[in-house]
């Protein structure tokens, strides 16, 4: 029992030499009590895509109870001027939900991309708790004209052979057909086409502004090499509508640095059009 004793103690010296060390050095500040409304955004944030003549946009609030009214002051952290956001939310006695609209004045240009980040106070929200959402919300907004144009059958027939359902859109302003989200979310397919239905080249892969490219990322990252890209053969083999077939053929060469996956002809046959 003595000797256990003996260690306990010299224990208890050690560390209290480590801490006395450690207040010589650095001031611990400690973190904010865990809030007792817990008051949080409904989900992350992401893309919010709007029309061209939208002038607002919403995000919602929730809390864990309806008890009582309570008012949550909202701190915004990013946002372009052209964007007025409250500057809190309020919930009413027994709502466990609120919608705040944020709107858009002069400034906003289309097809350009917005960040915009706003925080609950650390003293409203409850990170502990089992169910609870987040205290920030990322946004980014956007105004575009992209509209369905048709639906179809997309057959990637070079790294996965698969087919599946996707929908074709276009917009009139930049007069660019996009295949939206094709291999990976938030990676599109962009072409230019006249659209004639004719059985010739006049179409070609683009980037969003428009301009003409022949390798672009598919959004497919390979666990061992990396950014899958395409590469356009246009040049070498036919590209182009099949009016007969209603059906595009892409010819397609998917590489990495390391090499090539090999290469052969995608397709999207149109099944119908709005």
Not at 26 to 40: I, L, M, N
Not at 106 to 134: C, H, W
Not at 200 to 211: L, N, P, S
Request: some cysteine; glycine content about 8%; aromatic content about 14%.
């Amino acid at each position: 029992m003595k000797l256990n004793k003996i260690f306990l103690l010299a224990g208890i010296a050690v560390a209290g030499m480590w801490m006395s060390a450690c207040s010589d050095d650095d001031d611990y500040t400690p973190g904010q009590p865990a809030g007792q409304y817990d008051v949080s955004f409904v989900d992350e944030g992401g893309m919010t895509v709007l029309a061209l003549e939208d002038q607002s946009f919403t995000f919602t609030l929730t809390r864990a109870n309806g008890e009582g009214e309570l008012t949550v002051p909202l701190e915004v952290v990013q946002k372009p001027d052209f964007v007025q956001i409250p500057s809190s939310a309020t919930f009413k006695a027994g709502e466990t939900e609120t919608e705040v609209k944020a709107t858009i004045g002069e400034g906003m240009e289309n097809f350009v991309e917005y960040v915009i980040r706003v925080n609950i106070p650390e003293n409203l929200t409850n990170p502990y708790a089992d169910a609870s959402g987040s205290p920030m919300y990322n946004m980014v907004i956007l105004k575009e004209d992209y509209a369905p144009w048709a639906e179809g059958v997309f057959a990637e027939n070079v790294l996965f052979g698969q087919e599946w359902e996707q929908t074709l859109e276009y917009s009139a302003i930049k007069k660019i057909y996009r295949l939206p989200n094709l291999i990976a979310e938030g990676t599109h397919f962009y072409f230019k086409w006249d659209g004639t239905g004719a059985d010739d080249q006049t179409i070609y892969f683009c980037d969003a502004d428009g301009k003409k490219t022949v390798k672009f990322a598919t959004g497919y990252v390979h666990a061992k090499y990396g950014m899958v890209m395409a590469n356009i053969l246009a040049d070498k083999n036919w590209m182009g509508f099949d009016a007969t077939e209603n059906t595009f053929y892409f010819p397609i060469e998917m590489t990495v640095s390391a090499g090539s996956f090999g290469a052969g002809y995608d397709t999207y046959t149109i099944t119908s059009k709005y």
